[in-house]
C-alpha cells in the first residue's frame, strides 16, 4: 500500500508519503492526547479511518478508544440530566436521588475505565518493575 500525494503547482508533482504519515500515524497512537482522551470522537474517527485505508496496524486500538470515548460523552450527558431533575426534587427526595446519580456516575465510570484497562497502548518504551524515573529521564 502506498500514500501518493499529487499537487498541481505548474508541472504536477506526485509524492510517496507512506512512510511519513506511517511515522505520524505512530506519534499520535504513543502521545499523550491520545491516552488520556484529549481527541474526541471525531478526531479518532478519522484516524481509524485513515489507519483502515492505509491499512495501519493497531487499528483495533483505535476503535476501542473510540468506545472509550463514546461511552464516556453518554456518561457525561446522563449525568447532566440527571442533575437537572435532581434539582426540580424536594430538599428529601433530592438526598436520595443524590445519592442513586453518585451510584450510576460510579458504575459507569467503573465500566468505562474496564474498556480503557483493555485498551493496549505501544509507546516503544520497555517497564522495568523497580525501575524509577527521574525528572529529566523521558519514558
Do not use: N, W
Amino acid at each position: 500500500m502506498k500514500i501518493i500525494v499529487q499537487r498541481e503547482l505548474g508541472t504536477p508533482v506526485e509524492t510517496d508519503v507512506t512512510e511519513a504519515v506511517q511515522i505520524v500515524y505512530d506519534t499520535l497512537l504513543q502521545s499523550m492526547d491520545f491516552t488520556s482522551g484529549f481527541l474526541g470522537v471525531e478526531e479518532l474517527t478519522a484516524l481509524a479511518d485513515l489507519a483502515k485505508a492505509a491499512g495501519f496496524d493497531c487499528v483495533e486500538e483505535v476503535y476501542r478508544r473510540i468506545k472509550v470515548e463514546e461511552a464516556e460523552q453518554e456518561r457525561i450527558q446522563q449525568l447532566a440530566m440527571l442533575r437537572k431533575k435532581e434539582a426540580q426534587l424536594p430538599a428529601r427526595e433530592a438526598m436520595a436521588y443524590r445519592a442513586m446519580i453518585e451510584q450510576h456516575s460510579a458504575e459507569v465510570r467503573a465500566a468505562t475505565e474496564r474498556m480503557f484497562d483493555q485498551t493496549t497502548f505501544y509507546t516503544g518504551v520497555e517497564i522495568v518493575p523497580g525501575a524509577k524515573l527521574s525528572r529529566g529521564d523521558t519514558p
